[in-house]
T-cell receptor, first 108, second 113 residues
Framework: KNEVEQSPQNLTAQEGEFITINCSYSVGISALHWLQQHPGGGIVSLFM???GKKKHGRLIATINIQEKHSSLHITASHPRDSAVYIC??????????FGTGTRLTIIP | DGGITQSPKYLFRKEGQNVTLSCEQN?????MYWYRQDPGQGLRLIYY???????QKGDIAEGYSVSREKKESFPLTVTSAQKNPTAFYLCASTVGHRGYGYTFGSGTRLTVV
């Protein structure tokens, strides 16, 4: 079974700051997912990546397959970015193992 | 556009009642999954189905039941045997290529009072 660790668990920052959330996993994978969960609970898929880097607006996701590590960056953070960010990796029979999430709060 | 529909977003039930959560996908995905989220914990697998009329228990299947009569639909029933049913429930589906092609529903928050 793949073990997933996210850090930090909680992160509070001022509006405009550059944000980094980290995800490490124990077993080699084919793809890693980043998800966003807003206070209402709904989940949005942000990225699926298997190598290198992907960018969508102010969000950037990177992955280092050799190091078994991925990072999610947010540039010019805004209060609407406040959410829980979750990474997930495959763990046999196509099911996913999820991290416990990073709760991000951006203060105006 | 293709996707997964979970309904309703919020659901309230009285203790002792069974409740069924809906999950429908129009992506032609073979595999479907139900996950549960509790505060401070990662999402955990309840049940999954890789093909119609077949499904397997996940890590926390006790107190839940599912059916997969159609490719598009994978409803989850939370029975009265589930001791702590209040949670966030997430449905997902995939084409089944080693982690690629995963699509997620937006989730249902169930509160049992």
């Amino acid at each position: 079974k793949n073990e997933v660790e996210q850090s930090p668990q909680n992160l509070t920052a001022q509006e405009g700051e550059f944000i980094t959330i980290n995800c490490s996993y124990s077993v080699g994978i084919s793809a890693l997912h980043w998800l966003q969960q807003h206070p209402g609970g709904g989940i949005v898929s942000l990225f699926m990546l298997s190598s290198g880097k992907k960018k969508h607006g102010r969000l950037i996701a990177t992955i280092n397959i050799q190091e078994k590590h991925s990072s999610l960056h947010i540039t010019a953070s805004h209060p609407r970015d406040s959410a829980v960010y979750i990474c997930a990796v495959p763990s046999g029979n196509e099911k996913l193992t999820f991290g416990t999430g990073t709760r991000l709060t951006i203060i105006p | 556009d293709g996707g997964i529909t979970q309904s309703p977003k919020y659901l309230f039930r009285k203790e002792g009642q069974n409740v069924t959560l809906s999950c429908e996908q129009n992506l032609n995905h073979d595999a479907m999954y139900w996950y549960r989220q509790d505060p401070g914990q990662g999402l955990r697998l309840i049940y999954y189905s890789q093909i119609v009329n077949d499904f397997q228990k996940g890590d926390i299947a006790e107190g839940y039941s599912v059916s997969r009569e159609k490719k598009e639909s994978f409803p989850l029933t939370v029975t009265s045997a589930q001791k702590n049913p209040t949670a966030f429930y997430l449905c997902a589906s995939t084409v089944g290529h080693r982690g690629y092609g995963y699509t997620f529903g937006s989730g249902t928050r169930l509160t049992v009072v």
